[in-house]
């Protein structure tokens, strides 16, 4: 769903060995935050270094504009990246950084003038890929579609775009292939049963996505999927009943997919809310302007 958007945060402290040494712990380590994927204590640390006049890193606003982005705040990465590109020393590689982050804030002119500016990579042609598809420009989608490679990432890549032009079952049999060699990419399961929902095969998607919870129960796109099954094979009562529980077992600041569910808490009720819910998430949720035309038609 987020590839279909389309609209457009003290002097007095000690240094960091004192610190640990009163507390008998050590801090850790970038590296060890980074592959833990603790993304937020990594901005912490890096933003710690920077507060107590430690000396920097060359790579250190690189890697929080990285992780500003791994944690979804588009914005933030947005500000570190664009700072970077006005440095004389910039690394080329932060160009095709900025054209994601355009990218997934809806900023496709913006996105396809900074990746035409890094230099030539597998994530440029995957973005640039993605960007014809946007921009509906089929010469470009074939020039590179030509260029993707027999690699992972080049065939999730593929697959998206399969799905995005409701090429279903070539999206599941791209996944399938990948899923046979790398059994540990549990995720690709969830995206194997969303094919198989805009199939119409809802309990099929049923037990595909079970595959995927058993793992990780409380993942955002997994039950909100699971919600929309329950309401094509049961009603709207059994489906928002699924939602409840994720929006209860939510944090305070659960902010990742909070349209989509919006929108389908609206299309479980019949339509309750719509005129309120629904005009905003046009251009962001891709079914909120035909669920939009759907309800002024029934009234």
Known sequence: QMLSRAKPAMGGTPPAGDRRRKKGKEVPQLEELL???????????????????EEEEEDDNLWIGYCAFH??????????????????????????NLACTYFLLGMYVQAEQAALKAPKSGLQNRLLFHLAHKFSDEKKLM??????????????????????????????????????DNREYLALNVYVALCYYKLDYYDVSQEVLAVYLQQVPDSTIALNLKACNHFRL????????????LTDSASPSFEFGKELIKH???VFRGGEGALQVLPPLVDVVPEARLNLVIYCLQQ
């Open 234 to 245: 049961y009603n709207g009562k059994a489906a928002e009943a699924e939602l409840k529980n």
């Open 143 to 180: 020039s590179s579609h030509q260029n993707l490679q027999d690699v992972t990432e080049d065939q999730l890549s593929l697959a998206s775009i399969h799905y995005m032009r409701s090429h279903y079952q070539e999206a599941i049999d791209i996944y399938k292939r990948i899923l046979l």
């Open 71 to 96: 944690l979804g705040d588009y914005t933030r990465a947005l500000e570190e990246y664009e700072a970077l590109t006005k440095q004389p020393t910039c690394n080329p590689d932060v160009w095709v």
């Open 264 to 266: 389908n808490l609206v």
């Open 35 to 53: 592959a833990q994927r603790d993304f937020t204590g990594a901005i912490a640390l890096l933003e710690f270094k920077q507060h107590v006049g």
